[in-house]
T-cell receptor, first 114, second 114 residues
Framework: GNSVTQMEGPVTLSEEAFLTINCTYT??????LFWYVQYPGEGLQLLLK?????DKGSNKGFEATYRKETTSFHLEKGSVQVSDSAVYFCALRGTQGGSEKLVFGKGTKLTVNP | NAGVTQTPKFQVLKTGQSMTLQCAQD?????MSWYRQDPGMGLRLIHYSVGAGITDQGEVPNGYNVSRSTTEDFPLRLLSAAPSQTSVYFC?????????????FGEGSWLTVV
């Protein structure tokens, strides 16, 4: 079945540091890939997405490129801020019948210190 | 804009008690779903609905019931609460499928079963 594997957290960075959160997936066909962010005490919000190979999703300075050859969708940001402290979830949506539901990774907690 | 509204936000139950988590959306979305979020587990789908009068089981449905009598409401019922149901519950809705390009999450309901 479809699955998503995210790097284990928590991740602690200083402000303005470079961020990478690794995400790899297993799926048949050509899934769509998503990054969601959950700020403290809130629900999940879509951060960015990519629907086909080599697509780059971007939002709020975050980027992720859909790499089919490595089945990856790593999240990156060049300079993190304290306000980026949150839990980040990688997710995929399959394309096969009956597998159209979102499958989430376990989440990676990011803390950015001033 | 209310979006997806969940109540209550916090609840403590005794083992064996029953309760209902309420979820309402005002966006006329056909698709609604309930997830639970546990540490190190990501989000797991409990039940979902593709329209009024239609519900189906997700990944972890045991111990939960749902109904969808209207497009707006999708309550989640715990008939006999167990400590294993201690979790954070998220309701979500979408216009274009269970894992549509834009899925809206509620702010979550924190449930503790003692």
């Amino acid at each position: 079945g479809n699955s998503v594997t995210q790097m284990e957290g928590p991740v602690t960075l200083s402000e303005e540091a470079f961020l990478t959160i690794n995400c790899t997936y297993t799926a048949t066909g050509y899934p769509s890939l998503f990054w969601y962010v959950q700020y403290p005490g809130e629900g999940l919000q879509l951060l960015l997405k990519a629907t086909k190979a080599d697509d780059k999703g971007s939002n709020k300075g975050f980027e992720a490129t859909y790499r089919k050859e490595t089945t990856s969708f790593h999240l990156e940001k060049g300079s993190v801020q304290v306000s980026d402290s949150a839990v980040y979830f990688c997710a995929l949506r399959g394309t096969q019948g009956g597998s159209e539901k979102l499958v989430f990774g376990k989440g990676t907690k990011l803390t950015v210190n001033p | 804009n209310a979006g997806v509204t969940q109540t209550p936000k916090f609840q403590v139950l005794k083992t064996g008690q029953s309760m209902t988590l309420q979820c309402a959306q005002d966006m006329n979305h056909e698709y609604m779903s309930w997830y639970r979020q546990d540490p190190g587990m990501g989000l797991r789908l409990i039940h979902y609905s593709v329209g009024a009068g239609i519900t189906d089981q997700g990944e972890v449905p045991n111990g939960y019931n749902v109904s969808r009598s209207t497009t707006e409401d999708f309550p989640l019922r715990l008939l006999s609460a167990a400590p294993s149901q201690t979790s954070v519950y998220f309701c979500a809705s979408s216009l274009d499928g269970l894992s549509g390009n834009t899925i809206y999450f509620g702010e979550g309901s924190w449930l503790t079963v003692v």
